[in-house]
């Protein structure tokens, strides 16, 4: 398990579609909730307004744009262009579908939209990201640990520079 500072690198340009199809929302997302409003069998709501279908859609789009615009500034990483446009596809749905299943979780757990859960909040969408996007192309085991050690961190700095920048209402 060695890891080289480019194959850090790379790990990098490999899962940008996830970040992007997880920060795009903050900026694209509001109307319509995905849950439609709706409450679980608990009372309380399925997803929350958090969730709406506009930051999805808008999510998937960005982060599957991103990976078209990989492909053209680095071919030889995807050897085409339909694996990377794939590729970048399973990444944004993964890190959505990742993120949705975090609210999911947090509110049975009676947290209300917005609150932190410290873990699901930061890993959960990259865990999804890396589970769908396996069968195309995958990382070292180096690359993973790496990713998951450093991308709470960089969840925190974006979250923290999407709230000076008055984006959205909390830090975190
Ligand atoms: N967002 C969205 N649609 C999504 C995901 C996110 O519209 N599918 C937008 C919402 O405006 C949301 C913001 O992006 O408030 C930040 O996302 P996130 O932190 O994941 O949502 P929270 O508001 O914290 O809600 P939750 O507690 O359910 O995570
Ligand atoms: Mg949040
Ligand atoms: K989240």
Not at 64 to 89: H, I, S
Not at 103 to 127: E, T, V, W, Y
């Amino acid at each position: 398990m060695t890891a080289s500072l480019s194959s850090l690198l790379w790990a990098f340009w490999y899962i940008l579609p996830a970040y992007v199809a997880n920060g795009s929302p903050v900026l694209l997302g509001g109307g319509l909730p995905i849950d439609g409003g709706r409450n679980w069998r608990d009372g309380r709501r399925i997803l929350g307004d958090g969730k709406t279908w506009r930051g999805f859609f808008g999510g998937l789009a960005c982060g599957t744009l991103t990976g078209l615009v990989q492909y053209f500034l680095t071919p030889d990483f995807y050897g085409n262009l339909k694996t990377a446009a794939l590729l970048a596809f399973l990444l944004a749905l993964g890190a959505l579908l990742g993120d949705l299943i975090g609210s999911f979780l947090k509110r049975r757990a009676n947290l209300p939209r917005g609150a932190p859960a410290i873990g699901l909040d930061q890993l959960g969408f990259l865990i999804a990201a890396l589970a769908l996007a396996y069968p195309v192309k995958t990382l070292s085991s180096g690359q993973i640990i790496f990713l998951l050690v450093v991308s709470p961190f960089i969840h925190w700095g974006a979250n923290y520079f999407a709230y000076r920048m008055g984006w959205k209402s909390v830090p975190w």
